[in-house]
């Protein structure tokens, strides 16, 4: 391993072994192998340590035997980028794995292969160049840019065909040889049952020094905007006993619990681990709550854990949105859920609102601001709005969706400020240019992702052609935009 040698690259050296410092690993899972794998995730250590692929990755990948797998994160500060594992520089890898979740994740990646003057489009590397494999949750639903850039994409969930090509792997093969052995007859995602777990904890990470449990994947749920009831496949859960085990089994090590779903409050038996949280003492924390489907039991569990906010997620303003969204929750759902969180002592609830679609209304718009300042009139002393504007992805019923422009929402924005000047409510907005951006990069197709690639190899910035390409896009959906409207309005 390379020593730095420089006082920039000792700077990042020393941010890297203090993060690492603070981790405590529940599992062992050094890897001996002579196949040296970087496992990379797109976004920072905070959001990576946090996603339970990682963890599952780390996990697997070293349990061949013939593997050594280490983590990175992107920083963009970073030059050399030292593992987290073994501090060992990240070009002293010859595979590189990047797990890419979010459409905005994929301009983190371009930059560190820009940064080791790795070509961005595969057909341009060559022997000397790491092979570069992309996985993660982008694949489930538009894979047109990674497959341009990754010589090897593994569709869907981790498989077991994956694995074997990988430990047939050895480490005097050539680049064509590791890509022949790792390419799958997957063209289309792969699900599978086995859900995951924290191999490490570290308080650096979103969710804190929490101890993390799959319970479920996938969701029958089917809400029109959102791409999990659609293309994870179909809802498959973990056993609670499984649970039960899971969380007695590291009561030494830790009492601080997660749970994470796509809708945690869907698993069959969220209030069983409730109550054996209460039980035990131990303290739980879950991903999301369907608000129609809190429970008294799951509440309790909550507060006992010293959490001082609850988040529900109406997602539509008035009723009609909801209906148009196919959420199946009623205003009287909401006001139940707010109801019970005051019942348990909460003070403070986060509300996730989407806000923008083409067919809304202003009166829509009005609805979010009164349901506000409704949850302040029951006592709640902070009322959080987080405001996202509708993005229409791929394989959704609104995959054909035009988003509405960059000025009507920011007139949108403007109009639902004006309505909440009041003390002890808060709005967050997502960033209207960053949803744009994420709206081209969910719909990019095979052409503009290698015109895309050809700016960014350049060194442009490549933001305004994304939005020429978002805006070409919505141009070519003008035709949904004067006779699609009935069918989703519910209208």
């Given at each position: 391993?390379?020593?730095?040698?420089?006082?920039?690259?000792?700077?990042?050296?020393?941010?890297?072994?203090?993060?690492?410092?603070?981790?405590?690993?529940?599992?062992?899972?050094?890897?001996?192998?002579?196949?040296?794998?970087?496992?990379?995730?797109?976004?920072?250590?905070?959001?990576?340590?946090?996603?339970?692929?990682?963890?599952?990755?780390?996990?697997?990948?070293?349990?061949?035997?013939?593997?050594?797998?280490?983590?990175?994160?992107?920083?963009?500060?970073?030059?050399?980028?030292?593992?987290?594992?073994?501090?060992?520089?990240?070009?002293?890898?010859?595979?590189?794995?990047?797990?890419?979740?979010?459409?905005?994740?994929?301009?983190?990646?371009?930059?560190?292969?820009?940064k080791f003057s790795v070509p961005l489009r595969k057909e341009e590397r060559n022997e000397f160049h790491p092979v570069i494999i992309a996985g993660g949750a982008m694949t489930y639903f538009n894979d047109?840019?990674?497959?341009?850039?990754?010589?090897?994409?593994?569709?869907?969930?981790?498989?077991?065909?994956?694995?074997?090509?990988?430990?047939?792997?050895?480490?005097?093969?050539?680049?064509?040889?590791?890509?022949?052995?790792?390419?799958?007859?997957?063209?289309?995602?792969?699900?599978?049952?086995?859900?995951?777990?924290?191999?490490?904890?570290?308080?650096?990470?979103?969710?804190?020094?929490?101890?993390?449990?799959?319970?479920?994947?996938?969701?029958?749920?089917?809400?029109?905007?959102?791409?999990?009831?659609?293309?994870?496949?179909?809802?498959?859960?973990?056993?609670?006993?499984?649970?039960?085990?899971?969380?007695?089994?590291?009561?030494?090590?830790?009492?601080?619990?997660?749970?994470?779903?796509?809708?945690?409050?869907?698993?069959?038996?969220?209030?069983?681990?409730?109550?054996?949280?209460?039980?035990?003492?131990?303290?739980?924390?879950?991903?999301?709550?369907?608000?129609?489907?809190?429970?008294?039991?799951?509440?309790?569990?909550?507060?006992?854990?010293?959490?001082?906010?609850?988040?529900?997620?109406?997602?539509?303003?008035?009723?009609?949105?909801?209906?148009?969204?196919?959420?199946?929750?009623?205003?009287?759902?909401?006001?139940?859920?707010?109801?019970?969180?005051?019942?348990?002592?909460?003070?403070?609830?986060?509300?996730?609102?989407?806000?923008?679609?083409?067919?809304?209304?202003?009166?829509?718009?009005?609805?979010?601001?009164?349901?506000?300042?409704?949850?302040?009139?029951?006592?709640?002393?902070?009322?959080?709005?987080?405001?996202?504007?509708?993005?229409?992805?791929?394989?959704?019923?609104?995959?054909?969706?035009?988003?509405?422009?960059?000025?009507?929402?920011?007139?949108?924005?403007?109009?639902?400020?004006?309505?909440?000047?009041?003390?002890?409510?808060?709005?967050?907005?997502?960033?209207?240019?960053?949803?744009?951006?994420?709206?081209?990069?969910?719909?990019?197709?095979?052409?503009?992702?290698?015109?895309?690639?050809?700016?960014?190899?350049?060194?442009?910035?490549?933001?305004?052609?994304?939005?020429?390409?978002?805006?070409?896009?919505?141009?070519?959906?003008?035709?949904?935009?004067?006779?699609?409207?009935?069918?989703?309005?519910?209208?």
């Amino acid at each position: 391993m390379r020593k730095p040698r420089d006082k920039r690259s000792w700077s990042e050296y020393e941010q890297v072994s203090s993060l690492k410092f603070r981790e405590r690993f529940v599992t062992e899972v050094s890897g001996f192998g002579d196949v040296r794998v970087a496992l990379i995730y797109p976004n920072s250590y905070e959001v990576g340590s946090a996603s339970l692929s990682t963890h599952v990755l780390l996990r697997k990948l070293n349990e061949l035997g013939s593997v050594r797998a280490e983590r990175f994160f992107y920083n963009k500060d970073f030059l050399k980028y030292y593992s987290f594992d073994s501090l060992t520089p990240l070009d002293e890898f010859k595979i590189w794995a990047f797990s890419v979740h979010f459409e905005l994740d994929l301009m983190n990646v371009f930059d560190i292969l820009n940064k080791f003057s790795v070509p961005l489009r595969k057909e341009e590397r060559n022997e000397f160049h790491p092979v570069i494999i992309a996985g993660g949750a982008m694949t489930y639903f538009n894979d047109n840019l990674l497959t341009e850039v990754a010589d090897v994409v593994h569709r869907g969930d981790l498989s077991e065909e994956f694995l074997d090509g990988l430990s047939a792997v050895d480490h005097w093969m050539h680049r064509k040889e590791i890509i022949a052995s790792l390419e799958t007859e997957h063209v289309t995602p792969f699900f599978s049952d086995v859900l995951g777990e924290s191999v490490f904890i570290s308080p650096d990470s979103v969710f804190g020094d929490r101890y993390l449990i799959e319970v479920g994947r996938g969701c029958f749920r089917k809400c029109r905007f959102c791409v999990a009831g659609h293309r994870y496949g179909r809802p498959r859960f973990r056993k609670s006993d499984e649970v039960f085990d899971l969380m007695d089994s590291v009561a030494d090590f830790t009492n601080r619990f997660g749970l994470v779903a796509a809708t945690v409050t869907d698993y069959p038996g969220i209030d069983e681990v409730a109550e054996h949280c209460i039980e035990k003492g131990y303290e739980l924390s879950v991903s999301s709550l369907r608000l129609d489907s809190v429970s008294d039991t799951l509440m309790k569990s909550l507060r006992l854990s010293n959490q001082s906010i609850f988040t529900i997620a109406p997602e539509g303003g008035s009723q009609r949105m909801r209906d148009a969204f196919a959420k199946g929750i009623s205003r009287g759902d909401i006001l139940s859920a707010l109801e019970l969180g005051r019942k348990h002592g909460f003070r403070r609830v986060k509300m996730y609102y989407i806000y923008g679609a083409v067919f809304e209304r202003r009166e829509d718009r009005q609805e979010i601001a009164e349901m506000a300042l409704q949850a302040s009139s029951m006592g709640y002393t902070s009322v959080v709005l987080s405001l996202n504007p509708l993005i229409p992805k791929p394989g959704t019923p609104f995959e054909e969706m035009p988003m509405e422009s960059l000025s009507g929402l920011r007139k949108y924005e403007k109009e639902i400020r004006s309505e909440l000047l009041v003390e002890g409510v808060k709005l967050d907005f997502e960033s209207l240019k960053e949803s744009q951006v994420q709206f081209a990069l969910a719909n990019i197709d095979k052409s503009h992702s290698r015109e895309l690639l050809a700016h960014v190899e350049r060194g442009v910035d490549p933001t305004p052609i994304l939005k020429k390409y978002a805006e070409e896009v919505n141009s070519k959906r003008k035709e949904w935009k004067k006779h699609g409207k009935e069918e989703y309005s519910g209208c």
